[in-house]
C-alpha cells in the first residue's frame, strides 16, 4: 500500500499560535516516518508561517479534502471521536489517508456529547470514521496516536498515555489541561516543542479565552 498520508482539514480561518507548533510537530513527525502530511482547506489568504512551510513532505492545499478525493473516499478514514469503531492496526491496510479536524479542542469537548460540533462537519462527507478512544486528545496526539496504530501496528489500548495533565506555570499556579496525551519515554507527555511556554503565556492572559 502506499505511503500513509495524514491530513489535516483547517477548519479555521485563522492559524494561530498552538496550530502552528502542532503543525509543525505534525509535519515532522510524519516525515520522519516517511508518511506526508497535508494540510487542506487552506485559504488563499492565509500566509502560513516559514517554520511549517519550510518542513520536508509538507503540503498545504486550498481544496477541501472532499474535492482532494471526491473519487476516492474509500482511502481515506476520519479520526472521528464520535465513531462506533476504535481504529486498529489491520486499519492500516485498508486506508492510506488519514483524516483530521484542524480545530483546537473544546472543554468539555464538545465532539463527544453533543451532535453539533466541528468533527461533524467532516463526518458529513461520508468518509468512514474511527476512534481514538473515549477521551479527547490535541490533533498532534490524535495524528501521532494514528501513525502508532498504522504505521507501527501498536494497538490502542497499549499505547502509554497521560490524561488531563497538570503543567506548572510558575512556583504558585498549574493548569490542567483536559485533553490525552502520550506518554514519551520520560514519563512526561509528549507535547509540541514550545508549547509549555505558550501555555505559560496565555496563562498570564487568561486561559479561558483559548476554548
Ligand atoms: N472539539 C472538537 C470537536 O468537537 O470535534 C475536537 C477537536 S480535536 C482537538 C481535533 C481532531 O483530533 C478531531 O477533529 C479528530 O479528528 C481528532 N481526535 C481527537 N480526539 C479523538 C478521539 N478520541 N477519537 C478520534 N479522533 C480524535
Redesign the pocket.
Known amino acids: 500500500m502506499a505511503n500513509k498520508t495524514y491530513i489535516v482539514e483547517h477548519l479555521d480561518d485563522e492559524l494561530g499560535p498552538w496550530s502552528e507548533l502542532e503543525y509543525v510537530t505534525i509535519a515532522k513527525e510524519s516525515h520522519a516516518a516517511g508518511a506526508n502530511f497535508c494540510l487542506s482547506s487552506v485559504p488563499s489568504t492565509l500566509v502560513l508561517p516559514a517554520a511549517l512551510k519550510h518542513v520536508p513532505g509538507f503540503t498545504a492545499d486550498e481544496h477541501s479534502v472532499e474535492t482532494l478525493y471526491a473519487e476516492d473516499k474509500t482511502r481515506v478514514c476520519?479520526?472521528?471521536?464520535a465513531?462506533t469503531k476504535e481504529l486498529s492496526p489491520e486499519d492500516g491496510d485498508l486506508f492510506d489517508v488519514f483524516?483530521?479536524?484542524?480545530?483546537?479542542?473544546?472543554d468539555p469537548?464538545?465532539?463527544?456529547w453533543i451532535i453539533v460540533?466541528?468533527?461533524?462537519e467532516?463526518r458529513k462527507k461520508g468518509f468512514q470514521g474511527?476512534?481514538?478512544?473515549?477521551?479527547?486528545?490535541?490533533?498532534d496526539?490524535?495524528v501521532r496516536v494514528t501513525r502508532l496504530i498504522v504505521q507501527e501496528r501498536i494497538p490502542l489500548d497499549k499505547i502509554p498515555y497521560v490524561d488531563y495533565p497538570e503543567l506548572r506555570i510558575n512556583k504558585n499556579e498549574s493548569t490542567e489541561m483536559p485533553?490525552?496525551y502520550v506518554k514519551g519515554e520520560d514519563g512526561e507527555c509528549i507535547m509540541p516543542e514550545g508549547m509549555l511556554d505558550l501555555v505559560k503565556k496565555d496563562s498570564e492572559k487568561g486561559f479561558g479565552d483559548l476554548f
Open positions: 476520519l479520526l472521528d471521536p465513531a483524516l483530521f479536524g484542524g480545530i483546537l479542542g473544546d469537548p464538545r465532539g463527544m460540533n466541528r468533527t461533524s467532516l474511527r476512534r481514538l478512544g473515549p477521551k479527547q486528545m490535541t490533533t496526539t490524535a485533553f490525552r
